[in-house]
């Protein structure tokens, strides 16, 4: 973050941002709007970031990283399922589902955003997973072979389908997709 930012205005224009798109939509927010809601002058918006997009990331990453830390209790499946609860509570109760959602469609047509939304949402969390995974096969939590990668995209990638196609995300439903990944990685 450039020195030059000013917090508060910061702080304002992220949470107008992810409070519009969850009213709104991201096509029908624009960064004027955002700054309006904000209070700042669109330039303040403009200084700090490229496009609609990244400040929409900003917020979403911002809103994300208060609940992905994935715990280490030393059971492994309580931990996940803390986590995804955690998600599923952020998703449904805030606007990071919607930002989400529309990040990926603008994506489509700005590969730029969609690399910066891998990088910093992603990425990151592929990199906690795989490590929480080694140390959980370390300590005999699950199979020493089991492939981390599919567990992963079965885990999460379930959440996201269902984000994404706009459907129910209910915690219950968590516990079904964990004894279905994890009734064979034991």
């Not at 450039?2 to 205005?9: G, M, T, Y």
């Not at 702080?11 to 991201?26: F, K, N, P, Q, V």
């Not at 997973?129 to 599919?150: P, S």
């Not at 079965?154 to 994890?182: K, N, Q, S, T, W």
């Amino acid at each position: 973050m450039p020195a030059s930012r000013n917090e508060q205005s910061r702080r304002a224009i992220l949470d107008a941002a992810i409070s519009m798109i969850g009213e709104l939509g991201y096509d029908h927010i624009s960064i004027e709007a955002i700054a309006r809601q904000a209070g700042v002058g669109k330039q303040t918006i403009y200084r700090w970031w490229p496009s609609k997009g990244a400040v929409i990331l900003e917020a979403a990453t911002e809103s994300l990283s208060a609940v992905v830390a994935l715990p280490d209790t030393g059971d492994f499946v309580a931990d996940i399922r803390t986590q995804l609860a955690a998600i599923l509570e952020l998703i449904t109760t805030t606007g990071f589902g919607p930002a989400y959602r529309c990040l990926i469609a603008a994506g489509q047509s700005d590969p730029d955003l969609l690399r910066a939304l891998f990088d910093r949402i992603i990425a990151p969390n592929i990199e906690d997973f795989r490590a929480r995974t080694a140390r959980a096969q370390q300590r005999g939590e699950m199979r020493a072979d089991a492939d981390w990668q599919t567990m992963r995209d079965l885990l999460y990638g379930v959440v996201e389908y269902r984000l994404i196609h706009a459907m129910p995300l209910e915690p219950e439903y968590l516990d079904g997709v964990l004894e279905i990944v994890f009734q064979g990685v034991r």
